[in-house]
């Protein structure tokens, strides 16, 4: 059992370029979510979707896009990479219908924009 | 401000001791409290989960709530180097759409042998 999968672990980029984040989950679970974590600040919500076709914002959504087309898997899309997105980023999962259940996060991608 | 404070350290004892990490917040609406640890280069994982205000423990870990106060703590009995990671407190409120958690900036703990 895999549990939360990110890739890619690293990723270095220059001011202006996209990329996308991958998060895969197989546990089944209808509610998921990114969140960046920055010295000192935490770990800021960015988007979430509590089910496939359904996406809302966090805390910090400009600059970031996602979508849920399947259970399994949501994306991150840096639309136009700059420096201030410099940030460990992470995914994690829970079961929907119970109010507590716990999230599961990945262990996250490191990116770099130069 | 921020919502939810916490004291970044780093928090330095020595193996054995009794070690207390406490984070404050600001929304009175928040019911739902979690304690995460996060080892380094690897994604937070739930310690402890306590609903309103009270005690609750789980082996050498004790979370505690004062809502009155609004500050929540978690106290670790007999600290072993493995418990050396940073602990980042978390909070919702009732009804909260999604169940979006609010952090804090965690504290990172370090105990020596």
């Known amino acids: 059992n895999a549990g939360v999968t990110q890739t890619p672990k690293f990723q270095v980029l220059k001011t202006g370029q996209s990329m996308t984040l991958q998060c895969a989950q197989d546990?089944?679970?209808?509610?998921m979510s990114w969140y960046r974590q920055d010295p000192g600040m935490g770990l800021r919500l960015i988007h979430y979707?509590?089910?496939?076709?359904?996406?809302d914002q966090g805390e910090v959504p400009n600059g970031y896009n996602v979508s849920r087309s399947t259970t399994e898997d949501f994306p991150l899309r840096l639309l136009s990479a700059a420096p201030s997105q410099t940030s460990v980023y992470f995914c994690?999962?829970?079961?929907?219908?119970?109010?507590?259940?716990?999230?599961?996060f990945g262990n996250g991608t490191r990116l770099t924009v130069t | 401000q921020k919502e939810v404070e916490q004291d970044p350290g780093p928090l330095s004892v020595p193996e054995g001791a009794i070690v207390s990490l406490n984070c404050t917040y600001s929304?009175?609406?928040?019911?739902?409290f979690m304690w995460y640890r996060q080892y380094s280069r690897k994604g937070p994982e739930l310690l402890m989960y306590?609903?309103?205000?009270g005690n609750k423990e789980d082996g050498r870990f004790t979370a505690q709530v004062d809502k009155s106060s609004k500050y929540i703590s978690l106290f670790i009995r007999d600290s072993q180097p493995s418990d050396s990671a940073t602990y980042l407190c978390?909070?919702?409120?009732?009804?909260?759409?999604?169940?979006?958690?609010?952090f804090g900036g965690g504290t990172r703990l370090m105990v020596k042998p």
């Open positions: 978390a909070m919702s409120a009732w009804n909260n759409a999604g169940n979006m958690l609010t």
């Open positions: 546990m089944n679970h209808e509610y």
């Open positions: 994690a999962s829970r079961e929907g219908g119970r109010y507590n259940s716990p999230l599961h």
């Open positions: 306590t609903y309103s205000s």
């Open positions: 979707s509590v089910g496939a076709g359904i996406t």
């Open positions: 929304n009175s609406a928040f019911q739902y």
